[in-house]
């Protein structure tokens, strides 16, 4: 299939999306004259969550945004499928489930009763619904497959040509995850099976990073600044890292050389600070990930909070805030975009400097 054929059908299918958009109404047409106040925390934290549509744009009190796949499973009801325009951004009930808009559950699906109460007795359905965050992985898992596999094609077809086009671009970064991360962490004997993982994990979570920073469909998910897909590649990494452990990676754990008895035994105190080490590397690229991306959209947010905040106060304070906040929100994206790279590598570093202790010989 040459490029322009597929030009035209990623064509046809953003043209089906947006033939797909659904308006909602949102609590003001329930009653129009009610004032409603500029909230900077929903703001906020409603452009940074996941959600189940893709919100696009609105036009007066109607929002437009993409419906995604909404998949459940509950013993009550068995398996129900269908599309989160449904809901109306929470407003709708739909095959008794509602999106909860407060409480404990705010932005979950429950199962409800007629009359729109949650059913106490009813456990939350199995969710496995497409929402924001999981199109944007697969955006940029297309993004990879795209790219390295263009990349891979033409060293195959001729291995001594120079790099051009996307191939320049991306081969001195695969070089250096290659020769500035993997080898000095894991060693030149033992880097070679750990390679592709690594590289997945550098590029899966560079580019995320970056996607998130350009606030246009099919981009501007927060993929990495959720705690479930942050978590998700941290829990990755410690199955690598502890599933490859050798002999005298897990006798340093359970039976430390060259410390007292009393240490070990009867109390094992060493082997117990050793396991709590093991559970906290993960944990520290969990939250290292997380907190960094999160920060840097929660202060981008907060800049442009800012103008409507202002605003309120009065037009002029408004329009002379949106001067400095329009510039304070660039410099933080220029900064947001160094520190894509920086937590891509940070997160490849450690994983291969843990691979690579649990890997090493023994002395």
């Excluded at 969710?127 to 795209?146: E, P, Q, Y």
């Excluded at 263009?150 to 020769?179: C, H, M, W």
Aim: net charge neutral; glycine share 8%.
């Amino acid at each position: 299939m040459d490029s322009q054929s597929k030009f035209l059908r990623i064509l046809k299918v953003i043209l089906l999306l947006m033939v797909c958009l659904k308006p909602s109404l949102s609590a003001a047409d329930d009653n129009p004259l009610e004032d409603i106040k500029f909230d900077p925390g929903s703001f906020i934290f409603d452009h940074i969550g996941d959600a189940y549509d893709w919100h696009l744009f609105d036009i007066g009190d109607r929002h437009y945004s993409i419906p995604l796949p909404v998949i459940l499973y509950s013993r009550e009801k068995g398996l129900d499928i269908f599309m989160s325009h449904r809901f109306n951004h929470g407003y709708n009930i739909y095959r008794g489930y509602k999106i909860m808009t407060d409480g404990p559950e705010k932005g979950k699906i429950v199962i409800v009763r007629e009359d729109g109460t949650v059913d106490p007795d009813a456990r939350r359905p199995l969710d496995l619904s497409i929402t924001k965050n999981v199109t944007g992985m697969f955006f940029a898992a297309f993004i990879m497959l795209a790219i390295f596999l263009t990349v891979g094609k033409r060293y195959r077809n001729n291995p001594q040509a120079p790099p051009k086009g996307i191939q320049s671009l991306f081969e001195p970064l695969i070089l250096f995850v290659i020769d500035d991360i993997v080898k000095p962490a894991i060693g030149e004997k033992k880097y070679i099976p750990f390679l592709p993982y690594l590289l997945t994990l550098f590029f899966f979570i560079w580019i995320n990073n970056m996607l998130g920073l350009i606030p246009i469909f099919p981009m501007g998910a927060n993929v990495t600044g959720n705690i479930s897909v942050a978590a998700g590649l941290a829990f990755t990494s410690f199955l690598v890292i502890n599933l490859n452990g050798n002999k005298h990676y897990w006798r340093h754990i359970l039976n430390t050389p060259n410390v007292p008895v009393f240490l070990k035994l009867p109390i094992p105190i060493m082997p117990i600070i050793e396991i709590v080490g093991i559970l906290t590397k993960p944990f520290v690229l969990m939250v290292r990930l997380f907190a960094n991306i999160t920060a840097g959209h929660i202060i981008t947010m907060g800049f442009f909070a800012l103008i409507f905040i202002l605003g309120e106060v009065s037009p002029v304070f408004g329009f002379g805030g949106s001067v400095l906040s329009v510039g304070f929100g660039i410099f933080i994206t220029f900064l947001e975009m160094l520190v894509a790279l920086i937590q891509a590598y940070v997160f490849t570093l450690l994983t291969a400097l843990f691979i690579g202790a649990a890997v090493e010989d023994g002395h």
